[in-house]
């Protein structure tokens, strides 16, 4: 490891770590990438907690993550942000749609990539983002324009463990608002009138600091509220 270290502050080395829920997966893109005298794959995770725990020892430079995978979620990529922010993720997915991608950079996601790209694409995601830059695939892109998108202008999530406190009827409100529901039906399912469920709309999203709905559904995911297969899944294309 010393060596390692060495080595690794004299030249132009990027330790990365994989993670994914399939074996397949990942040994495919460490066997490329070990090819490379640039990149040195650190190890695999094929669930949270194993990456998590890995992340706290090893500091790797990149993780590249299917956020989405069975044993992963959105929630995983905010709490690998909370464990090393100097790590670069790279999602690589299977399926997307706006909303995913949205949740997936607020929590801290810098570049965004298909798992149906070429070998070509998915190695220039890496090489940009070790860079410092940002890479989205040419699908990632169409779907960032088709639902007018601004990834400039798109808040992280706190980072901070400050709890946030919602009232039972809020918390009620933000599951069916997640669930696609609007104002009214929200109201006639609770006999309430549509100004009393608009204002707990912006209490909520007050005390999540946030400004669209999007980020409300990401924390109603992220909270368990909502589950992201049932949600994300659903509305992907």
């Known amino acids: 490891m010393v060596l390692y270290n060495y080595l690794r502050s004299m030249s132009a080395i990027t330790s990365i770590i994989i993670a994914d829920s399939s074996p397949l997966f990942r040994f495919g893109l460490k066997t490329v990438l070990e090819r490379d005298e640039r990149y040195v794959v650190l190890g695999e995770a094929e669930s949270e907690a194993e990456l998590l725990q890995m992340l706290t020892l090893e500091k790797p430079d990149l993780l590249v993550l299917d956020c989405l995978a069975s044993g992963f979620s959105i929630d995983t990529v905010l709490q690998c942000a909370r464990a090393n922010r100097k790590t670069r993720m790279i999602a690589i997915t299977a399926s997307q749609n706006g909303l ?130 049932k949600f994300l899944f659903q509305q992907s294309n």
């Not at 933000?174 to 109201?187: D, K, P, R």
């Open 100 to 229: 995913t991608i949205v949740n997936a950079l607020r929590a801290g996601i810098t570049s965004y990539i298909k798992k149906d790209c070429s070998m070509s694409e998915v190695l220039e995601a890496i090489e940009v983002t070790g860079q410092g830059g940002t890479f989205f695939c040419g699908q990632i892109l169409d779907a960032i324009r088709r639902e007018s998108i601004d990834v400039s202008d798109l808040d992280l999530v706190d980072l901070t463990c400050d709890p946030v406190v919602l009232t039972q009827r809020e918390i009620q409100v933000l599951i069916l608002i997640s669930e696609g529901m609007t104002n009214v039906q929200i109201a006639d399912k609770f006999f309430l009138s549509n100004h009393t469920v608009n204002t707990h709309r912006k209490n909520i999203m007050q005390k999540l600091g946030v400004n669209n709905t999007a980020s409300m559904v990401m924390y109603a995911v992220k909270s368990g509220f909502v589950s992201p297969n």
